[in-house]
């Protein structure tokens, strides 16, 4: 096969402009070769150099007493003592996903799990945050269908459970959905793997499935909008083998308890090129590969190819020199080709060779970590300040609720995501505690008596009214979630799903999201220890709304302290725990019953939610709570019936009183102030709550009573309202059905 | 009683099946990898879920003809038992000791929830200590769970007694809303003619500690070790 000519015009429809292209000449000090420019391409891609994100990256919080690893290794690790670690992070696929939904998702569940395997932790637990067009776009039952199928087949196949997420419906989703999944590992603390390429001799190793054309600049391609040509980009998408992964698993796990391995890496994005330019490049070391000894799985391949591949379930291994037979020993048991493919080298070069002839000879360090960083223009988006206007005068209060919590609770954003889970394996390995549907899943570490709280948060509408402050609100709430089971907030990845930052009003709300994140996260005394950004989510140059998604880890010392979600025992107090303003701006609400998205997001005092989450952790220290439900979307009549439903449908009811005090009563029960819980308890142990809650300057009010069958609403004294719960319930269960029945 | 897990490329319940005896009995079982042929005189033979071979081809079909295989079934000729969960009740119908067959549920999905399943029969070893009747909360995890078997096998079933256990409402009644995956005559598992040996698709072993929110399960292996034990005990003395 020739290969093509590189020039200025080859670069650019590699996705270099004219100034990285010159830049790559200098550094070659030639033009490039063909493989050469490949490399260049990839590594320089947003996807893998986060050359807009960067420059604003460095603000977070990345350190703590507990972080053993932060962001720039494959996964993040937070120690939770007795000798035990955690490992997690949250990566996009969303590109692929909207191409080919069942693997688009497939493969970025295997890919998270890799990055978390590859630093010596069996994968526990999974969660992913999903985001789709309107349930009435003609694409999105299909979607839906695909994309949890795919999630669903390769964490079942592997064996890690699936415990928790969150689905957001939005018109701004049609032409590019979002895909966010989530793995935690657990490890020893003192036996973390990294991804370094160090020791001269040491041998390197291609370990698990074959090289084949699929995948080829998926890197690239996450890095540029759709189109709507973007259906002729399905050859970019990989195809996932969860079975093959499995096997992966369990022979790097095997292989990590015999003293063998120098640094180990997963080959994902632009695949064999990064994995071998990064670890090199963190080693500072320089490496050699001959590209002809990779196992192949058709014929014909160029070094080209072989290098952008993306094909799944492979892993690069940097192994103790003279340990080449045990290397080799475990991934035959597992049936896996484990083939020694060159050595790491002192030159600071990567060298490749094909056939004997040397494809590719380059400077790793300003290929792995000089890439390109921009620091691009910023402005505040046209009609930024109209949309935080919000009059409500204009707007008539209701007399009647009944009609809208009806509505709320069988609403595409609201309804029970029951059809969703039980599509996912929940309970293999039996760790699971809390599953999907409690407020954090929570995972218990067997031979202790911890358990590990997890949740992924984020309002977009809020995100979209204001970037800082619904980053700042999505890290509130995740931590609140992790407190209402009884567990310390820890540390968080994220997910940063926006639109093109080359568009200055992209950047801006990136910038603002970040510096939100930050914000809260310092306030929170969570640090930021992993995460993934995902840009370019535009369509046809409408971009998405500003979506950071934080996926939160937290520890509960003691896992007999748990608290549930839901109500337990007829006759319990039921206590609102944080202030109701009523505010409305950017509420499900407003959105749906009349089609409003404006406002700001309710604000949020970090002060106060540190105190309330503190306050959390107490009452289930105490066992005060019998159960504790944030209170978020939806407001506070949807949080008491999100109450009332109890895993197994046994549900209770509530008799519910609110002082009105002249306040608008749509705000009331369904406005959306932050820092609030709504948690239930004996009457014997109310007093107490009360007293606790007071010494922290933390608002508790009693608002009703736990009782049978039905959910009853007095505002001042006067009945309101009285639903029963088997027909609200109904409406929960049946929202989600009727949206993918469609197909 | 001595037990063994039989682990298969790609089985992802073999850890769960590992732990239940060690929690319940404090007793580790052996484990047994799949070209083995050497069952370590196991009296109880677990075969476990997951997705051997990638449920490529066919659930259980490549695990069915793999070497340990062959002396499974040696050891259930000989007496032995045997209990296939999930997985491993696919892989005990492809190998032929159990009849039927598991088709894709009838909502064409995967299936995580937790089942209602109503005990059909006391005699047999996996469910001596159960009263005929009574019920238990066991989740399920597949995406081929539904039983199928032609109307003859059917009928035998029936007549020896040989459903263990069916799925029913919570009030204990076997009815369409309840048999999720779609089972014929709600079965959730079946015994062998010597009733020695059980397939079922729900997993008793993850519902055995109220921590997880069962642990009806457990009643399971409690049963097949205090009939095991018994023999083993009758054996010695006789």
Known sequence: MVEPK???????????????????????????????????????????????????????????????????????????????????????????????????????????????????????????????????????????????????????????????????????????????????????????????????????????????????????????????????????????????????????????????????????????????????????????????????????????EILLSESQERMLIVAKKGSEE??????????????????????????IFWHGEKVVDMPVAPVSDQAPMYDRPRKQPSGYEEQRRLDLSALPDFRDPEDALMRMMGCPNLSSRRWVYTQYDQSVRTNTVFGPGSDAALVRIKGTKKAVAMSLDVNPRY????????????????????????????????????????????????????EGLSSACRELETPVVSGNVSFYNETNGEGIFPTPAVGMVGLLDDVDMRVPSSFQELGDVVILLGRTRGHLGGSEYLSLIHNIEKGTPPPLDGAKEKTLIELLQLLAKERLAHSMHDCSEGGLMVAVAECCFRPRGDDLGASISLQARGKRLDGLLFGEDATRVVASCSPESAQRIFDLARERG???????????????????????????????????????????SRL | MKTAVIEFPGSNCDHDAYEWPLRLFGKPPERIWYTSRDLKKADLVIIPGGFSYGDYLRCGAMAARSPVMEEVKAHAERGGYVLGICNGFQILCESGFLPGALLKNRTLSFLCREVVLRCETADSPFTGALQKGSLMRVPIAHGDGNYYCDEKTLRRLLGEERVAFRYVSPEGRVCDEWNFNGSMDAIAGILSENRRVLGMMPHPERASEALLGSSDGAAVLRSAAKAIDEKNGAAKNG
């Open chain 1, 6 to 304: 590189v020039t200025v015009e080859l670069a650019a429809a590699h996705g270099l402009n004219a100034e990285e292209w010159a830049r790559l000449c200098t550094i070659l000090g030639r033009v490039p070769t063909y493989p050469e420019l490949g490399i260049f391409s990839v590594m320089w891609s947003e996807h893998c150099s986060y050359k807009s994100s960067r420059i604003h990256l460095k603000k977070f919080p990345t350190s703590g007493p507990l972080v053993l690893q932060g962001p720039g290794e494959n996964a993040g690790v937070v120690d939770i003592g007795d000798g035990w670690a955690v490992c997690f992070k949250m990566e996009s696929h969303n590109h692929p996903s909207y191409i080919e939904p069942y693997q688009g998702a497939a493969t970025g569940v295997g890919g998270i799990l890799r990055d978390v395997f590859t630093m010596g932790a069996r994968p526990i637990a999974n969660l992913n945050a999903l985001a789709f067009g309107q349930p009435s776009h003609p694409k999105t039952p299909h979607l839906i269908k695909g994309v949890v199928a795919g999630i669903g087949d390769y964490g079942n196949c592997i064996g890690v459970p699936t415990v928790g997420g969150q689905v957001f419906f939005h018109p701004c989703y049609d032409g590019n959905i979002l895909v966010n999944a989530f793995t935690l590992g657990l490890l020893r603390a003192d036996k973390i793997f990294r991804g370094y390429a160090s020791g001269a001799g040491n041998p390197v190793f291609y370990v698990g499935s074959k090289t084949g054309r699929d995948g080829i600049h998926g890197a690239t391609m996450a890095s540029a909008e759709f189109s709507d040509q973007t259906e002729q980009k399905r050859p970019t998408v990989q195809v996932g083998d969860p079975f093959t992964e499995k096997l992966l698993l369990e022979a790097c796990l095997e292989l990590m308890e015999q003293d063998a391995i120098v640094g180990i890496q997963d080959m994902g994005a632009a695949g064999l090129t990064s994995s071998s330019f990064e670890m090199a490049g963190r080693a500072g070391s320089g490496i050699r590969m001959e590209l002809d000894k990779v196992p192949m799985r058709e014929t014909g391949m160029t070094p080209y």
């Open chain 1, 326 to 351: 045990k290397v080799k020993k475990v991934f035959s048991k597992w049936g896996l080709d484990a083939v020694s493919i060159g050595e790491v080298t002192e030159t600071g070069r990567a060298e």
């Open chain 1, 463 to 514: 995100c979209h009214l204001d970037p800082y402050e619904g980053s700042r609100l999505a890290v509130a709430e995740a931590a609140r979630n992790i407190a209402c089971t009884g567990a310390k907030p820890l540390a968080i990845t994220d997910c940063l799903n926006f639109g093109n930052p080359e568009r200055d009003h992209v950047m801006w709300e990136f910038a603002a999201s970040v």
């Open chain 1, 698 to 740: 933390v608002e508790a009010t009693p608002i009703g009573t736990v009782i049978p069958e039905k959910l009853a609403l007095l505002i001042d004294g006067q009945p309101m309202a009285t639903v029963s719960i088997s027909e609200l319930r109904a409406r929960w269960e049946a929202g989600f059905p009727s949206l993918v």
